[in-house]
């Protein structure tokens, strides 16, 4: 199944070559580890999604998740996953070694779900939420709470959601209602809905760890009256038995795609339903910031799994699909020859480089955003641990949003490729455009994202985040200038640099004179022009590892293998960077076209 959904080949090379897993490996904290046990661990993962995930992938969209007698039933093949995935050791693959985990680098972490992700996008996130919600546990719970509930979530038998989303409320959390009743037992009696809850419920999980969010009666208005709770479906008792917790599963979402993937209404209190606070009281928001900028960088894998298996499967076709002739010289169609299979028409080959490009590129991005998670849990000193932290920061939305929004690009194309075959149930890319279109609303919509971008991230710590992403970006300019075949490249990123700071110099006087609205109108075009930015930076840090490969003579593969890096990232600076030039006219420009003003647009 080599290449199917995706390239172990890729993978390897983004993730020992490009970001050099190796020198990781070096630290106290992963020197358990080395290339050759890593790599075991990615080809038993590989051997698994093979086996128990990809082949069910198909069929858990035809047979989707439904709600039938107050029960959520999914694919019975989503009970293996998940005991597997526990077994593999993956729901604590990061975590330390004292609360259960494998103390895994973020890096080999992410690596490991992008391959269940590309196997079966349906099925990754009933693990990844269940690691999110043990992962507050540890972080922010009492003992009691981490012993109770963190070995049964780790090792697959419990499943854990993240409990935000209100049905008056939405992505609002200000306005969120569910409430939290305090009482002499240690325990809050808990009152309230939530909606869209991904993997709220299932027929299978002899419990479900809700990590919701709700307000302690009394508290402040706003986020800074948000409190965070253990609220599971089943309380455990002290003899090991479950009791029900009065926690009402109304109903499952049946969604445009990621069909075997449940969508829940989960309604708290009907009858008792008991809750433990996490972390200080007010003080939730805070907490669960940890599993939510987590999740959005899993949301990000996921648009980047579904456009690889894409990618994949569209190669594939057009590797095998015969229609047409070759142009002869002079513009005729030489009818004596026989047909030319569709990869070597241009048009076909442009939108397979497209899928190629934005597939590979953004999943550089998941790793470098996943590095510096790991050198701040490294760090030596405070500043060494702030700078990456920072890092982290103003990577996240990018990392959300690029891959979930140029994912749909992606698989479109590869639709467009197939032709018929393509929006057709035969194939499988009419699915992958289905399952990726979710992923840009998932954890934050791409506005949301935007926001958080250009009003929080950029400006943080008087832009001290930008700056060092800045200065990032110019140690691969300045080391790709080396080459002459990479020089031009490089002098075109740093050009993209300036117009950035161009782009901030024009909105800033808005935002100093308080016209927010106006500063923040064009975040979603900002947030596309500094993907591009920044994917256009992985593509010349992989074009610049390949040409010193082959250089150096020290490639593991064969040489084509380089050769295709550079040519990608030649066609991402062809057809996609000057794309930024009319995102930066566009946020330039004086008119002020969606803003409310007092003559009323009639829409």
Same mark, same amino acid.
């Given at each position: 199944?080599?290449?199917?959904?995706?390239?172990?080949?890729?993978?390897?090379?983004?993730?020992?070559?490009?970001?050099?897993?190796?020198?990781?490996?070096?630290?106290?904290?992963?020197?358990?580890?080395?290339?050759?046990?890593?790599?075991?661990?990615?080809?038993?993962?590989?051997?698994?999604?093979?086996? !128990?995930? #990809?082949?069910?992938? $198909?069929?858990?969209?035809?047979?989707?998740?439904?709600?039938?007698?107050?029960?959520?039933?999914?694919?019975? +093949?989503?009970?293996?996953?998940?005991?597997?995935?526990?077994?593999?050791?993956?729901?604590?693959?990061? #975590?330390?070694?004292?609360?259960?985990?494998?103390?895994?680098?973020?890096?080999?972490?992410?690596?490991?779900?992008?391959?269940?992700?590309?196997?079966?996008?349906?099925?990754?996130?009933?693990?990844?939420?269940?690691?999110?919600? =043990?992962?507050?546990?540890?972080?922010?719970?009492?003992?009691?709470?981490?012993?109770?509930?963190?070995?049964?979530? /780790?090792?697959?038998?419990?499943?854990? &959601?993240?409990?935000?989303?209100?049905?008056?409320?939405?992505?609002?959390?200000?306005?969120?209602?569910?409430?939290?009743?305090?009482?002499?037992?240690?325990?809050?009696?808990?009152?309230?809905?939530? /909606?869209?809850?991904?993997?709220?419920?299932?027929?299978?999980?002899?419990?479900?760890?809700?990590?919701?969010?709700?307000?302690?009666?009394?508290?402040?208005?706003?986020?800074?009256? /948000?409190?965070?709770?253990?609220?599971? $479906?089943?309380?455990?008792?002290? !003899?090991?038995?479950? &009791?029900?917790?009065?926690?009402?599963?109304?109903?499952?979402?049946?969604?445009?795609?990621?069909?075997?993937?449940?969508?829940?209404?989960?309604? #708290?209190?009907?009858?008792?339903?008991?809750?433990?606070?996490?972390?200080? @009281?007010?003080?939730?928001?805070?907490?669960?910031?940890?599993?939510?900028?987590?999740?959005?960088?899993?949301?990000?894998?996921?648009?980047?799994?579904?456009?690889?298996?894409?990618?994949?499967?569209?190669?594939?076709?057009? +590797?095998?699909?015969?229609?047409?002739?070759?142009?002869?010289?002079?513009?005729?169609?030489?009818?004596?020859?026989?047909?030319?299979?569709?990869?070597?028409? @241009?048009?076909?080959?442009?939108?397979?480089?497209?899928?190629?490009?934005?597939?590979?590129?953004?999943?550089?991005?998941?790793?470098?955003?996943?590095?510096?998670?790991?050198?701040?849990?490294?760090?030596? &000193?405070?500043?060494?641990?702030?700078?990456?932290?920072?890092?982290?920061?103003?990577?996240?939305?990018?990392?959300?949003?690029?891959?979930?929004?140029?994912?749909?690009?992606?698989? *479109?194309?590869?639709? +467009?490729?197939?032709?018929?075959?393509?929006?057709?149930?035969?194939?499988?890319?009419?699915?992958?455009?289905? !399952?990726?279109?979710?992923?840009?609303?998932?954890?934050?919509? &791409?506005?949301?994202? *935007?926001?958080?971008?250009?009003?929080?991230?950029?400006?943080?710590?008087?832009?001290?985040?930008?700056?060092?992403?800045?200065?990032?970006?110019?140690?691969?300019?300045?080391?790709?200038?080396?080459?002459?075949?990479?020089? @031009?490249?490089? %002098?075109?990123?740093?050009?993209?640099?300036?117009?950035? $700071?161009?782009?901030?110099?024009?909105? =800033?006087?808005?935002?100093?004179?308080?016209?927010? %609205?106006?500063?923040?109108?064009?975040?979603?075009?900002?947030?596309?022009?500094?993907?591009?930015?920044?994917?256009?930076?992985?593509?010349?840090?992989?074009?610049?590892?390949?040409?010193?490969?082959?250089?150096?003579?020290?490639?593991?593969?064969?040489?084509?293998?380089?050769?295709?890096?550079?040519?990608?990232?030649?066609?991402?600076?062809?057809?996609?960077?000057?794309?930024?030039?009319?995102? =930066?006219?566009? /946020?330039? *420009?004086?008119?002020?076209?969606?803003?409310?003003?007092?003559?009323?647009?009639?829409?």
């Amino acid at each position: 199944m080599a290449d199917q959904y995706m390239s172990m080949t890729s993978l390897k090379y983004l993730l020992y070559d490009v970001h050099n897993l190796t020198e990781l490996l070096k630290y106290d904290r992963f020197s358990e580890y080395d290339e050759g046990s890593t790599t075991m661990f990615l080809d038993t993962v590989k051997a698994f999604c093979d086996k !128990d995930c #990809f082949p069910y992938i $198909k069929e858990m969209d035809e047979k989707p998740v439904h709600y039938k007698d107050g029960k959520v039933i999914v694919h019975p +093949q989503v009970e293996h996953i998940m005991k597997k995935s526990g077994e593999l050791g993956l729901i604590g693959s990061s #975590f330390d070694y004292a609360n259960g985990g494998l103390q895994l680098p973020s890096m080999l972490n992410q690596a490991a779900y992008f391959i269940i992700d590309a196997a079966n996008n349906h099925v990754s996130g009933y693990a990844g939420l269940t690691s999110g919600a =043990a992962g507050l546990i540890v972080a922010f719970g009492r003992q009691e709470l981490k012993d109770t509930y963190v070995p049964k979530m /780790i090792a697959g038998e419990w499943g854990g &959601t993240m409990c935000l989303t209100e049905p008056q409320a939405g992505s609002s959390l200000s306005d969120i209602t569910t409430t939290a009743y305090p009482t002499d037992n240690g325990y809050y009696h808990i009152k309230g809905q939530k /909606i869209w809850i991904s993997g709220g419920d299932n027929h299978f999980a002899d419990n479900i760890v809700h990590l919701l969010l709700a307000r302690i009666e009394g508290a402040p208005a706003g986020t800074k009256g /948000i409190s965070l709770f253990v609220v599971p $479906k089943n309380r455990p008792e002290a !003899d090991g038995s479950l &009791t029900a917790n009065g926690v009402f599963t109304a109903g499952d979402f049946q969604k445009l795609g990621q069909r075997g993937y449940a969508t829940t209404h989960l309604v #708290f209190g009907e009858t008792e339903c008991r809750g433990w606070l996490v972390g200080e @009281p007010h003080k939730g928001l805070n907490c669960m910031f940890q599993m939510m900028n987590g999740a959005r960088i899993s949301v990000g894998r996921h648009g980047v799994s579904i456009a690889t298996a894409a990618y994949y499967a569209s190669l594939q076709y057009a +590797q095998e699909r015969p229609q047409g002739r070759r142009l002869s010289d002079g513009g005729k169609k030489d009818l004596s020859q026989g047909q030319t299979l569709i990869i070597n028409h @241009p048009d076909i080959r442009r939108m397979l480089l497209l899928q190629k490009a934005i597939s590979e590129g953004t999943l550089s991005l998941i790793f470098q955003t996943a590095r510096y998670h790991d050198m701040e849990k490294v760090a030596t &000193t405070a500043e060494e641990k702030e700078e990456n932290h920072l890092l982290l920061e103003i990577l996240t939305p990018i990392a959300k949003t690029y891959p979930s929004e140029m994912g749909q690009v992606s698989v *479109s194309n590869g639709i +467009q490729i197939l032709g018929g075959m393509g929006y057709s149930n035969e194939t499988i890319l009419q699915q992958y455009y289905r !399952d990726i279109r979710i992923l840009a609303i998932y954890e934050g919509t &791409t506005g949301i994202q *935007s926001l958080d971008l250009l009003a929080r991230k950029v400006t943080m710590e008087d832009s001290k985040a930008l700056k060092l992403l800045a200065g990032e970006i110019k140690k691969t300019i300045q080391a790709a200038s080396v080459h002459d075949e990479l020089k @031009p490249y490089a %002098e075109i990123l740093a050009n993209k640099l300036a117009l950035n $700071k161009d782009i901030l110099t024009f909105l =800033a006087p808005f935002a100093i004179k308080g016209n927010y %609205e106006r500063y923040l109108s064009d975040a979603t075009i900002y947030m596309s022009f500094l993907g591009t930015i920044v994917m256009g930076w992985q593509w010349l840090k992989m074009a610049l590892t390949a040409q010193d490969i082959l250089k150096n003579g020290s490639g593991k593969y064969p040489a084509e293998f380089y050769e295709s890096q550079i040519h990608t990232m030649r066609f991402f600076y062809k057809y996609e960077m000057p794309k930024t030039d009319s995102y =930066a006219d566009s /946020i330039k *420009s004086n008119d002020e076209l969606n803003i409310v003003s007092d003559r009323e647009l009639i829409f």
